[in-house]
């Protein structure tokens, strides 16, 4: 499972040492099941300069919560600047800056915890199959974001495609989206999907059930060879389990 830290970028000493021993007791409990806890955080904005502030500190405490000889798997950022209003104008701005802030991470992340693996959570149109990513000049070179994503990482690190679709094959479906990148050798790829109610409704297994999910994702990680999934959110995904409505489930 992976815990929401975002709070942890921004919080005070003494708010810091409570969430510490709140994720102390949870790691602990969740060990007692033989479940393992990974860290989850983002915010739209954190390639700004006070985002970065904050994203430093955010390693700082997962790094002494390791230290400390708390398990905390890994972390997975999910920073989406292709939310923001500005977006519809400034995507070439935005995506420079993105890229940007992955390589400070990178370099913060050597410096801090270097054991510490890293995923960073991109939508599947970041190999510009869309349109909606545009090639961009970066580090001497104009590609795609994707591309560029693959130079800056480095060992430990991993990109998660969202993929969100809820079934596996067909045009538009999770084999269709995410084929390009899984195809990579520079990096490691992971894949998600998601189960909590949004528009439009091909693109999530909200309604669904427990069963259509577990075989429309293997189906699609069998085909890309992908070995971890990644699904969002928990309460969502327990529904699945009580309240299917969608037929053949």
């Known amino acids: 499972i992976y815990v929401d830290l975002t709070a942890a970028a921004t919080a005070s000493n003494l708010e810091g040492i409570e969430l510490a021993a709140q994720l ?21 904005w954190w390639p700004s300069a006070q985002g970065r502030l904050d994203t430093a500190q955010l390693l700082s405490f997962i790094a002494r919560q390791r230290d400390a000889g708390l398990r905390i798997v890994s972390l997975h950022l999910d920073v989406e600047p292709w939310g923001l209003d500005e977006w519809a104008t400034d995507k070439v701005a935005l995506l420079g800056g993105y890229l940007d802030y992955i390589d400070d991470v990178e370099q913060l992340r050597r410096q801090v915890d270097p054991s510490l693996p890293v995923s960073y959570l991109i939508p599947y149109w970041f190999d510009g199959s869309n349109g909606e990513a545009p090639a961009v000049s970066y580090a001497g070179r104009t590609s795609t974001p994707f591309d560029h ?23 538009n ?68 389990g009580v309240y299917p409505t969608t037929a053949g489930c």
């Open 173 to 240: 479906g999770i084999y269709a989206l995410a084929a390009d990148e899984a195809r990579s050798d520079s990096v490691p790829v992971q894949l998600a999907v998601e189960t909590a109610p949004i528009d439009p409704p091909t693109a999530t297994f909200a309604g669904s059930c427990l069963a259509r999910l577990d075989a429309e994702t293997r189906s699609a990680a069998n085909r890309l060879g992908v070995a971890e999934l990644v699904i969002n959110d928990a309460p969502s995904l327990f529904a699945l």
């Open 149 to 171: 994503l693959t130079d800056i990482l480095d060992e430990g690190a991993a990109l998660v495609i969202m993929a969100y679709r809820n079934r596996a094959l067909g045009p």
């Open 24 to 44: 102390d007791a949870l790691v602990d409990a969740a060990a007692r099941s033989g479940i393992e806890v990974g860290a989850l955080a983002g915010d739209a």
